[in-house]
């Protein structure tokens, strides 16, 4: 007799619900964000969910997300006019990549005051560039491999959420006007990441763990690559961000351009 197999597709219902922001309530934020380049494109919107979440359904959780009829109702991508406009078309397949995400305070930036990168005044290290005169070793350390700094943080520590957001704020969008000090980058990094994240604390131990599971995702549709957008460009981003226990979750998004000018 044939062995018979089965799977099964969990499926999660969605609704749009109200939520505040600090980092888009924040006029200091609001300013910096304005500053590189990335005010109007980033964007946050949060959801409520019906079933029990598991790390190991993320795939099932995004592909019912971008399939759910009040989520494409609701969701906003931007087109390349830099317009805010709905999915224009069904989503047939996502792909998902879950991201570690276990930091818990900021130490994971302490080896950057450790090495050529950052001076003990938080300011930031010119280099020598032949396309970008202001270049200078944080970008560098952030994207050059072969840059003697880029393994002071490791390979691990990279993948956290707490760094991938720390990178996409010093990358900045496409008029990004880079900082000569490290401290607004980490401070803002602190701020988003503690509006994005849940954690909890161990009533005995005290301790405090991250309870949230980090997807990166991009849906396409019959015409392929459709959310966060048509082009792939490293600081074009969306992450889903669940909070099991509220089942709450918040679509972290940010399209690569040209920002607000003004706040």
Request: glycine content about 4%; aromatic content about 14%; some cysteine.
């Amino acid at each position: 007799m044939a062995e018979v197999t089965c799977s099964f597709e969990q499926t999660f219902s969605f609704t749009p619900i109200e939520k505040t922001f600090s980092f888009l309530q924040d006029k200091d934020t609001l300013q910096l964000l304005l500053k590189w380049s990335m005010l109007g494109r980033i964007s946050a919107q949060c959801y409520c969910f019906d079933q029990k979440f598991y790390p190991y359904s993320g795939k099932d959780f995004a592909q019912s997300f971008f399939k759910d009829p009040d989520v494409g109702a609701s969701l906003r991508k931007m087109e390349a006019a830099g317009a805010w406009v709905p999915l224009d078309s069904p989503v047939v397949s996502v792909e998902v990549e879950p991201v570690p995400c276990t930091k818990v305070s900021m130490d994971l930036f302490d080896p950057i005051y450790t090495c050529e990168i950052v001076r003990s005044s938080g300011h930031v290290l010119k280099c020598y560039h032949e396309a970008y005169p202001d270049y200078d070793e944080l970008r560098r350390m952030l994207q050059d491999e072969d840059s003697e700094n880029y393994h002071v943080v490791g390979r691990e520590e990279r993948a956290e959420f707490l760094f991938r957001l720390f990178k996409h704020l010093s990358l900045g969008g496409e008029l990004c006007q880079y900082e000569d000090v490290v401290s607004p980058y980490i401070d803002t990094t602190k701020l988003i990441y503690k509006d994005l994240v849940s954690v909890k604390k161990d009533p005995e131990t005290k301790e405090i763990s991250v309870v949230s599971t980090v997807l990166k995702v991009c849906a396409y549709d019959a015409s392929g690559r459709c959310y966060p957008a048509r082009r792939d460009q490293e600081q074009t981003f969306a992450y889903m961000i669940v909070d099991p226990f509220k089942r709450h979750v918040c679509l972290f998004y940010h399209c690569y351009g040209v920002g607000t000018f003004t706040l």
